[in-house]
């Protein structure tokens, strides 16, 4: 297993709600991205923090926005859900200048919205 | 657009049989070409290419690059029922690790 994590693994809301899903980063790891990945599709770039400051986004819509804390761990959050909103949600940190391969992903969040 | 787009969809097949999976891709601003293994939920890498023609191996595993084609194939040689899972390419487009990914191939290795 990698040392990257997420919580909470599971989570249930309805629609018009808000949600915050969070990730520990693996250590000496400065950059965090998060994916999207709707049943039977591949992850889908969301965006990417580097230093706390948002570095590359994905085509997802300003209801989606994110943190990075200067302790590297992140947060996602997603306002206004909708019913299309329900996937797995995963998170993966490297090192910004790191080869790809050393990018490790958490075990992701599954959020259902009804 | 950019697009990654894998084949097929998914596959069931025999322990010992061999599968190819293929990626294509047509992306911007190309850096690397990676492939990864799902089987539950975080995806674990198995390889990254970067330069057309250079195989790379582990164990029964292998895969190659075309860059003038654009397209990558994985190779499974005597699969086992733990080989079975969802592969995923995935196509570097911005440095700093920023991925595109494909849908996916599902493999179901029968005993």
């Known amino acids: 297993e990698t040392g990257v994590t997420q919580s909470p693994t599971h989570l249930i809301k309805t629609r018009g709600q808000q949600v915050t899903l969070r990730c520990s980063s693996q250590s000496g790891h400065n950059t965090v991205s998060w994916y999207q990945q709707a049943l039977g599709q591949g992850p889908q770039f969301i965006f990417q923090?580097?230093?706390?400051?948002?570095?590359g986004r994905g085509n997802f819509p300003p209801r989606f926005s994110g943190l990075q804390f200067p302790n590297y761990s992140s947060e996602l959050n997603v306002n206004a859900l909708e019913l299309d909103d329900s996937a797995l949600y995963l998170c993966a940190s490297s090192l910004p200048s790191g080869r790809a391969e050393t990018q490790y992903f958490g075990p992701g969040t599954r959020l259902l919205v009804l | 657009e950019d697009k990654v787009v894998q084949s097929p969809l998914s596959l069931v097949v025999h322990e010992g049989d061999t599968v190819t999976l293929n990626c294509s891709y047509e992306v911007t601003n190309f850096r690397s070409l990676l492939w990864y293994k799902q089987e539950k939920k975080a995806p674990t890498f198995l390889f990254m290419l970067t330069s057309s023609g250079i195989e790379k191996k582990s164990g029964r595993l292998s895969s190659i690059l075309d860059k003038k084609e654009l397209f990558s194939i994985l190779n499974i040689t005597a699969t086992q029922t733990g080989d079975s899972a969802i592969y995923l390419c995935?196509?570097?487009?911005?440095?700093?690790?920023?991925?595109?990914f494909g849908t996916g191939t599902s493999l179901t290795v029968i005993p």
């Open positions: 995935a196509v570097e487009f911005r440095s700093g690790n920023q991925f595109y």
């Open positions: 923090y580097y230093r706390e400051e948002e570095n």
